[in-house]
T-cell receptor, first 109, second 116 residues
Framework: EDKVVQSPLSLVVHEGDTVTLNCSYE??????LLWYKQEKKAPTFLFML????IEKKSGRLSSILDKKELFSILNITATQTGDSAIYLC?????????FGTGTRLKVLA | DVKVTQSSRYLVKRTGEKVFLECVQD?????MFWYRQDPGLGLRLIYF???????EKGDIPEGYSVSREKKERFSLILESASTNQTSMYLC???????????????FGPGTRLTVT
């Protein structure tokens, strides 16, 4: 059965800290891995990863995929209170996207 | 700018009522999806469609049906709403996966349905 597992389930940090969120997967016919940020509304897209070892960056956020070990990490440096959200990892198979349950991040001022 | 819209942001229905949730996308996407999101359970796929008039069951289709008569529109139907269908419902769309490419999934704003 396809599955995506995220860890930790929740995290509380202080502004300025660096955090690493993890996503491991077992999905047949892997096409891509996606990271989303969800605040009090629909998820918004952060990154899509298809190749191992190539880091994607956007400002203070970066992500990398390891297709051999079947995992991805999302790093956030110099966290801010606006980073507080649920971070979702999803893996696309042939048709479907399989989501993890998310990591709830809270950044304290 | 990609737009996925859903017919209602908030909806309150009574047990036993028939409920229609509509989703419209303007990006000419082939694939459309309906999810429900519940605390601690993440996003769970109810149904998806990879073409007009085509539908496939997701992980939790019981109690739901769908309709896709036009490419841009995907409807979720609760034939007889029950209290355990109280949830956030999210629609999404994407292009089809080609032989090599894989595409991002775009989400609508969600409908928070309460069944009393």
């Amino acid at each position: 059965e396809d599955k995506v597992v995220q860890s930790p389930l929740s995290l509380v940090v202080h502004e300025g800290d660096t955090v690493t969120l993890n996503c491991s997967y077992e999905v047949t016919n892997f096409r891509s891995l996606l990271w989303y940020k969800q605040e009090k509304k629909a998820p918004t897209f952060l990154f899509m990863l298809t190749s191992s070892g190539i880091e994607k960056k956007s400002g203070r956020l970066s992500s990398i995929l390891d297709k051999k070990e079947l995992f991805s990490i999302l790093n956030i440096t110099a966290t801010q209170t606006g980073d507080s959200a649920i971070y979702l990892c999803a893996v696309r198979g042939t048709y479907k996207y399989i989501f993890g349950t998310g990591t709830r991040l809270k950044v304290l001022a | 700018d990609v737009k996925v819209t859903q017919s209602s942001r908030y909806l309150v229905k009574r047990t036993g009522e028939k409920v229609f949730l509509e989703c419209v996308q303007d990006m000419d996407h082939e694939n459309m999806f309906w999810y429900r999101q519940d605390p601690g359970l993440g996003l769970r796929l109810i149904y998806f469609s990879y073409d007009v008039k085509m539908k496939e069951k997701g992980d939790i289709p019981e109690g739901y049906s769908v309709s896709r008569e036009k490419k841009e529109r995907f409807s979720l139907i609760l034939e007889s709403a029950s209290t355990n269908q109280t949830s956030m419902y999210l629609c999404a769309s994407s292009f089809s996966a080609g032989r090599r490419e894989a595409y991002e999934q775009y989400f609508g704003p969600g409908t928070r349905l309460t069944v009393t």
